[in-house]
């Protein structure tokens, strides 16, 4: 079955850095979503990406799927202490036609 | 438009009573699915409810069901609770929730059950 990997599980960053967070599948992503969620609260959608090569921002995040459309990337750039929290992304399974599958997150601490 | 909602945000119970979590989707989204979250289990998908069918079910026991109604909104019950139930419960709405879609899935602010 499909399984999505995300890498590193946590990070800590200095306020102002740069950093990225991977999301890689045993099989060819068709829809990959990134997301993120501060403790015991739900999630909040980032963003979407379908198509190989596609890249996306929103504000100082920056998410791009390779060519090969197995792997996704998120680059936070000059990162500050509102980006703290756990990144989560998911994708269309390609077991199931109506259910998307999860990365184990991937838990980001700021430091001041 | 309106989130998705969830009623109740916390919730105390005790092991053996039974509990019914309640969603309202984004209006128009037809596709109603249910995880469950916990530290060690990270997020587990429990079942998916679209037009009041439910088209996909994960790996757990039978204790645990659900449904959805004519307006879309959807409940998941759990029976016979056990204290491994403690977890934050989420509800995510789609338009159409398939892979051939490939829409977005919004996320409800969750129920934190804790089973004693």
């Known amino acids: 079955s499909q399984e999505l990997e995300q890498s590193p599980q946590s990070l800590i960053v200095q306020e102002g850095k740069n950093l990225t967070i991977n999301c890689t599948s045993s099989k060819t992503l068709y829809g990959l979503y990134w997301y993120k969620q501060k403790y015991g609260e739900g999630l909040i959608f980032l963003m979407m990406?379908?198509?190989g090569g596609e890249e996306k921002s929103h504000e100082k995040i920056t998410a791009k799927l390779d060519e090969k459309k197995q792997q996704s990337s998120l680059h936070i750039t000059a990162s500050q202490p509102s980006h703290a929290g756990i990144y989560l992304c998911?994708?269309?399974?390609?077991?199931?036609?109506?259910?998307?599958?999860w990365g184990a997150g991937t838990k980001l601490i700021i430091k001041p | 438009k309106a989130g998705v909602t969830q009623t109740p945000r916390y919730l105390i119970k005790t092991r053996g009573q039974q509990v019914t979590l309640s969603c309202s989707p984004i209006s128009g989204h037809r596709s109603v699915s249910w995880y469950q979250q916990t530290p060690g289990q990270g997020l587990q998908f429990l079942f998916e409810?679209?037009?009041?069918?439910?088209?996909n079910k994960g790996n757990f026991p039978g204790r645990f069901s659900g449904r959805q109604f004519s307006n879309s909104r959807s409940e998941m019950n759990v029976s016979t609770l056990e204290l491994g139930d403690s977890a934050l419960y989420l509800c995510?709405?789609?338009?159409?929730?398939?892979?051939?879609?490939?829409?977005?899935?919004?996320f409800g602010p969750g129920t934190r059950l804790t089973v004693l």
């Open positions: 995510a709405s789609r338009p159409l929730g398939s892979r051939v879609s490939t829409d977005t899935q919004y």
């Open positions: 990406l379908q198509k």
């Open positions: 409810y679209f037009s009041e069918t439910q088209r």
């Open positions: 998911g994708a269309d399974s390609l077991d199931s036609n109506y259910q998307l599958i």
